[in-house]
């Protein structure tokens, strides 16, 4: 139990262009998750909170229009990279939050070029 | 906020050894600490938990010990093998908060 679906697992685009990664809480409901990403050879960098109903809350050097965050139900949070460059070439990971703890999703590696 | 910090940033063992990654917290009020192994290209995945009312954990071939005085907390895997080679993450979570705060991470390998 307690799976986290994320989608794609990766996605090349081009400079300019938006993507959408989609995370799933399959067999639970999750009202908070989480986005992260991640550099090579880093740790989890919490980009922002994403609340079931509510607006995200976006940690600190976060262009919240750059990266918008949908949650608009128990089960589904959506992360899109609007106009895309290199620099946002990075590994994102969700992460839903459970009563006995948190279950991340399986990453999306997107590539801008 | 809380900080974390984790050591060593990598560690090489033999098969059949035992690893053991530390970590220290900075917030008092933390009370939930979960290990993540990560492997390459995928999400991080929990491998145990402690909670601050609790010392020790164990689960088969890995344990975490935690010391609240201390503000520090350790994991172990005994008898290690090839595919326990990967990356691992500390966190810590407030009780006031639901934020995850993470370890730098620790890449071990376990030589064959």
């Known amino acids: 139990g307690a799976v986290v679906s994320q989608h794609p697992s990766w996605v090349i685009c081009k400079s300019g262009t938006s993507v959408k990664i989609e995370c799933r809480s399959l067999?639970?409901?999750?009202?908070?998750m989480f986005w992260y990403r991640q550099f090579p050879k880093q740790s989890l960098m919490l980009m922002a909170t994403?609340?079931?109903?509510?607006?995200?809350?976006?940690e600190q050097g976060v262009e919240k229009d750059k990266f918008l965050i949908n949650h608009a139900s128990l089960t589904l949070s959506t992360l899109t990279v609007t106009s895309a460059h290199p620099e946002d070439s990075s590994f994102y990971i969700c992460?839903?939050?459970?009563?006995?703890?948190?279950?991340f999703g399986s990453g999306t590696r997107l590539t801008v070029v | 906020g809380e900080n974390v910090e984790q050591h060593p940033s990598t560690l090489s063992v033999q098969e059949g050894d035992s690893a053991v990654i530390k970590c220290t917290y900075s917030?008092?009020?933390?009370?939930?600490f979960p290990w993540y192994k990560q492997e390459l290209g995928k999400g991080p995945q929990l491998i145990i938990d402690?909670?601050?009312?609790?010392g020790e954990k164990k689960d088969q071939r890995i344990a975490v010990t935690l010391n609240k005085t201390a503000k520090h907390f350790s994991l172990h895997i005994t008898e290690t093998q090839p595919e326990d080679s990967a990356v691992y993450f500390c966190?810590?979570?407030?009780?006031?908060?639901?934020?995850?705060?993470f370890g730098a991470g620790t890449t071990v390998t376990v030589r064959a």
């Open positions: 992460s839903a939050r459970r009563q006995t703890g948190y279950t």
């Open positions: 067999d639970f409901q999750a009202t908070t």
């Open positions: 994403s609340n079931e109903g509510s607006k995200a809350t976006y």
């Open positions: 917030d008092s009020a933390s009370n939930y």
């Open positions: 402690i909670r601050s009312n609790v």
């Open positions: 966190a810590a979570v407030p009780y006031n908060d639901y934020k995850l705060s």
